[in-house]
């Protein structure tokens, strides 16, 4: 199993085979071990996904960032290829957008000065060098690739990878979050 997309639904496949209290329970122990973490705490602005069934779920970062933090979630633009984060005064504020994905409803205010952020990267699969296996459209590689900021990604301890094939392009994370353990990358 190489190729991307034997591996995507390889890892929705034991995603989907998880029962629903097994699910939220990965959830809760990936979410505090984040919430928990030097880079949350230390950190003023949170750039996080807004999670679908299929992804570890975020609910609980962005509720607790909101009460503290300057919360940003992505928004996939309409025109290109491109996806820019804006700010959220609450989950009030995220609407059903494309590709039925919550993102941040058009009076949202866009953010590029990213300064002390950390960016929640959403993944199929990480392996143990940070690198990941994301859905396939490329979004989070053209972010990351000018993003200065520390990059965090959460897994499920099951879906994590020895390898994954990435390109030359692919920017791994810093810091895998699991539900059973937290792996910190050397660069």
């Keep these: 199993m190489t190729d991307k997309k034997t591996l995507r639904k390889h890892f929705k496949d034991i995603r989907s085979g998880m029962s629903l209290s097994e699910r939220e329970q990965a959830d809760k122990a990936v ?20 999670s679908s069934d299929i992804e570890v779920s975020t609910a609980e970062i962005i509720s607790e960032a909101l009460k503290c933090k300057t919360v940003l979630c992505p928004r996939c633009e309409k025109s290109g290829n491109v996806m820019h984060f804006y700010k959220i005064e609450s989950t009030d504020d ?16 866009l953010c590029s000065d990213l300064e002390n952020a950390v960016c929640i990267v959403p993944a199929l699969s ?5 690198y990941r296996l994301g859905f396939g459209m490329g979004f989070y590689d053209r972010f990351l690739a000018d993003f200065k900021g520390l990059k965090l990604g959460l897994c499920y301890e099951n879906c994590l990878s020895e390898s994954l094939v990435h390109d030359s ?13 937290i ?4 660069k």
Excluded: H
Excluded at 172 to 177: G, L, N
């Design 31 to 50: 979410q505090q071990a984040l919430l928990s973490s030097r880079e949350y705490k230390d950190c003023s602005m949170v750039l996080a996904y807004v």
């Design 126 to 130: 990480y392996d143990k060098n940070g």
């Design 94 to 109: 995220l609407k059903e957008g494309r590709f039925g994905i919550f993102e941040p409803d058009e009076n949202c205010e």
């Design 183 to 186: 792996y910190t990358i050397n």
């Design 169 to 181: 392009y692919d920017i791994p994370v810093d810091k895998i979050f699991t539900d059973k353990d």
